[in-house]
């Protein structure tokens, strides 16, 4: 187990029975997954399907006092603010909340580390996910990339989920896989996803370490961002724009007011009323992802 960073000593947190249940529900699974690959499939597009790769409560922590942890990696804490709220999180606190959901409900899931290689942004160990084994395969499982139908990772076979818009690929390389998937806001440039060998498996520490380091650098301090996966759709709101991706692939771009943002973000997104009223203006002139 790979424990690298000064969080080493930090305990595995877990999601009581109850909350679990409240969870199921609100993802209309009526049964329990079964813990084979259609069960698997299931929980996965329920996940797709309902939690938000955004970073509101990350922008509003950085609007507050600072003095308490980054918001939502403790997996109850994310899932409670999911319940009341509809917020999800950035790659960090959603994997950890998809990994803690996958391993209370007996699946074999595992937290891994890797790079997701964009323009602008450091490499090395920048993105968290998860993989869960059956039957001595591995699947990706992964809340940002939201593909509805979990990736088998075959050692030295190419595999896609095969999935449309949602669709996300494994290319085999030397150290691995690369994870090709595009972002609902641009599907000319895809965002490549290696994971890194020497950080499978990591623990609940270090991603809690490397969710620490984004204070200090990255796309989602400055800037709303807001990604929710629809079976037929791709919703997508930025710093200036909000991006619409069709099941046929049609993209639209729109810039809304302030008044029609947050609507959007309460109609649209899922958000209650009482948590974008709370979300910050962005920061003049801040870091977000390009062409938001």
């Not at 000593?9 to 969870?23: C, G």
């Not at 490549?192 to 498996?201: G, L, N, Q, S």
Request: aromatic content about 10%.
């Amino acid at each position: 187990m790979t424990t690298r960073g000064s969080f080493s000593a930090i305990s595995e947190p877990t999601l009581a029975p109850a909350l679990v249940e409240r969870v199921l529900t609100k993802l209309e699974l009526r049964q329990r997954p079964t813990l084979d690959l259609a069960g698997l499939n299931a929980l996965y597009a329920a996940v797709s399907a309902n939690l938000p790769f955004d970073n509101v409560q990350k922008r509003i922590w950085f609007d507050g006092a600072q003095t308490t942890p980054l918001p939502g990696l403790d997996p109850s804490e994310f899932f409670n603010n999911w319940l009341q709220h509809g917020t999800g999180g950035t790659c960090w606190p959603l994997n950890g909340a998809m990994y803690s959901l996958a391993h209370a409900l007996g699946f074999d899931a595992r937290r891994i580390v890797g790079s997701v290689i964009v323009e602008g942004y450091p490499r090395g160990a920048n993105h968290g996910s998860v993989v869960v084994t059956l039957d001595g395969i591995n699947y990706l499982v992964d809340g940002w990339m939201a593909s509805f139908k979990v990736l088998p990772l075959v050692s030295g076979k190419p595999s896609s989920t095969g999935h449309g818009i949602h669709d996300i690929r494994a290319v085999p390389i030397e150290s691995g896989f690369e994870i090709i998937t595009y972002p609902g806001f641009n599907r000319e440039q895809p965002l490549p996803f290696r994971p890194e060998p020497e950080y499978d498996p990591v623990d609940h520490a270090l991603f809690l370490a490397r969710y620490d380091r984004t204070k200090a650098v990255g796309f989602f301090n400055d800037a709303i961002f807001v990604c929710r996966h629809f079976p037929d759709s791709i919703l997508t709101m930025g710093r200036k724009n909000q991006f619409h991706l069709a099941a046929d692939g049609t993209l639209t771009k729109t810039e809304p007011t302030e008044a029609q943002r947050k609507k959007s973000l309460i109609e649209d997104f899922g958000l209650s009323e009482e948590i974008v009223e709370k979300l910050p203006p962005n920061v003049p002139g801040g870091v977000a992802p390009p062409g938001l």
